[in-house]
Each structure stands twice: as structure tokens, then as C-alpha cells.
């Protein structure tokens, strides 16, 4: 029996998205790997840039005379390298010969984590490094006496009056406490804007070729 014009086109759209397909889901699976391959590049450069930038600051703070702020911002700074390493070594045991689509779910998981223990990371780091400036400045050399005793001594000049604890005007400690806390309370959101500048076009790929593939899933 002769097959309709019906039938013919029905097996004809059928053999073509049977070879459709196999293409769109490895035109997807290069694209996921290429673009999380691409966020590892930028992710390990920027490790490395850190540790670079650490070194230098440290040196630079030697001749300045502000090694203690070099000091305390190369441990923070290493602090973050080696817990963000761990999570990149994580993240680079994501098996590619999966589906996309379980690729892309498995980068979302490991991005998930990644931004919960940084954010938690944040809430100290950020504050550690205001207080390593202001550390570095008020043990400075000023011609034999530390610069924060100096200051103290013009502002006592000027205000003999003025509230000290432990030889700290009482307004500097709580100014220097409300930026901490605020520093504190705005550390993830800070760490949110810092990585959304670096990676959020990377990230915005990878959301938009999920949602393709999710919809080609319905």
C-alpha cells in the first residue's frame, strides 16, 4: 500500500529531528564546556594574580614603613587563596562526559557553594582589611614616635578635653567600629559586586544556555 503525502512528511520531519537532535545536544556540550573551561582560565588567573599582588604589597609596605598592614593583608590574602584553591580543585573534578545539561546543573552546584563559603569568608575579610590599613598607618615611624601617637597628641593639642581609652580618642574607636560592622554587614553583598564585575558575563552565558536547554527539555 502506498504511503500517503501525510505519512511521508511525518517520517521526513522525524528522520530530520532524529538528526537534529545529536547536533544541538553536541552543539551544547561544547558550549557548556567551553564556557566553564573559560571561567576556570579566568579563575585560576585570578588566584594567581592575588598571590602575585600579595608578595608585592608585602614588599612595598616593607619600604613604606607599613609592614604590619603588609603583614596582615598577605594572611588574609592567603587565607582566601588556599580555601578558593580547594574549591577550584572541586570544581575541576566535575566530570565533562556528562550531558550538558548535568554539566551546567553541577557548575550551578559547585557556583552555589562556592558563593555560600566566600560570602561567610567576606564578613571578616573585608573588615580585617580596614582595620590592617588603619594598624599599618598608626604604627608608622613618624620621626621616632608612631603616627597614631602623633595624631593623638595634635588632636589632644587642639582638645584637651577629649574622652582617650588606652590612649585612643573614644570618637576614633567608634568610628573605626561602625565602618568594621557596616564592612561586616555589607561583606557579602560587597563580595557579590566584586564577583558579578569579574565573572558576570561569564555567569550570564551559562544562566541563558541553561534555560535553553531547559526549554528544548519541555
Same mark, same amino acid.
Request: no cysteine.
Given at each position: 500500500?502506498?504511503?500517503?503525502?501525510?505519512?511521508?512528511?511525518?517520517?521526513?520531519?522525524?528522520?530530520?529531528?532524529?538528526?537534529?537532535?545529536?547536533?544541538?545536544?553536541?552543539?551544547?556540550?561544547?558550549?557548556?564546556?567551553?564556557?566553564?573551561?573559560?571561567?576556570?582560565?579566568?579563575?585560576?588567573?585570578?588566584? %594567581?594574580?592575588?598571590?602575585?599582588?600579595?608578595?608585592?604589597?608585602?614588599?612595598?609596605?616593607?619600604?613604606?614603613?607599613?609592614?604590619?598592614?603588609?603583614?596582615?593583608?598577605?594572611?588574609?590574602?592567603?587565607?582566601?587563596?588556599?580555601?578558593?584553591?580547594?574549591?577550584?580543585?572541586?570544581?575541576?573534578?566535575?566530570?565533562?562526559?556528562?550531558?550538558?545539561?548535568?554539566?551546567?546543573?553541577?557548575? @550551578?552546584?559547585?557556583?552555589?557553594?562556592?558563593?555560600? %563559603? @566566600?560570602?561567610?569568608?567576606?564578613?571578616?575579610? =573585608?573588615?580585617?582589611?580596614?582595620?590592617?590599613?588603619?594598624?599599618?598607618?598608626?604604627?608608622?615611624?613618624?620621626?621616632?614616635?608612631?603616627?597614631?601617637?602623633?595624631?593623638?597628641?595634635?588632636?589632644?593639642?587642639?582638645?584637651?578635653?577629649?574622652?582617650?581609652?588606652?590612649?585612643?580618642?573614644?570618637?576614633?574607636?567608634?568610628?573605626?567600629?561602625?565602618?568594621?560592622?557596616?564592612?561586616?554587614?555589607?561583606?557579602?553583598?560587597?563580595?557579590?559586586?566584586?564577583?558579578?564585575?569579574? =565573572?558576570?558575563?561569564?555567569?550570564?552565558?551559562? !544562566? !541563558?544556555?541553561?534555560?535553553?536547554?531547559?526549554?528544548?527539555?519541555?
Amino acid at each position: 500500500m502506498e504511503k500517503s503525502i501525510e505519512n511521508i512528511w511525518k517520517e521526513g520531519f522525524l528522520k530530520s529531528d532524529a538528526l537534529v537532535a545529536p547536533k544541538l545536544n553536541n552543539l551544547y556540550n561544547k558550549k557548556s564546556i567551553h564556557i566553564i573551561d573559560k571561567f576556570k582560565r579566568m579563575f585560576r588567573i585570578n588566584l %594567581i594574580a592575588i598571590v602575585a599582588f600579595s608578595f608585592v604589597f608585602l614588599i612595598v609596605t616593607f619600604f613604606l614603613g607599613i609592614f604590619l598592614m603588609g603583614v596582615i593583608f598577605f594572611v588574609a590574602l592567603t587565607v582566601l587563596v588556599i580555601i578558593n584553591k580547594r574549591l577550584f580543585n572541586d570544581l575541576k573534578k566535575i566530570h565533562k562526559g556528562v550531558s550538558s545539561y548535568q554539566y551546567l546543573k553541577a557548575f @550551578n552546584q559547585w557556583k552555589q557553594k562556592m558563593l555560600a %563559603i @566566600n560570602k561567610r569568608l567576606a564578613l571578616f575579610f =573585608y573588615p580585617v582589611i580596614f582595620l590592617s590599613i588603619i594598624i599599618g598607618f598608626w604604627f608608622k615611624d613618624a620621626e621616632g614616635i608612631p603616627l597614631g601617637q602623633r595624631l593623638v597628641g595634635e588632636v589632644l593639642y587642639g582638645f584637651p578635653d577629649i574622652y582617650l581609652i588606652q590612649g585612643v580618642p573614644l570618637i576614633a574607636i567608634i568610628v573605626i567600629s561602625l565602618i568594621v560592622g557596616l564592612l561586616a554587614l555589607f561583606g557579602g553583598r560587597i563580595y557579590q559586586w566584586d564577583l558579578n564585575l569579574v =565573572y558576570g558575563r561569564v555567569f550570564k552565558k551559562l !544562566e !541563558e544556555l541553561m534555560t535553553d536547554i531547559e526549554e528544548l527539555k519541555k
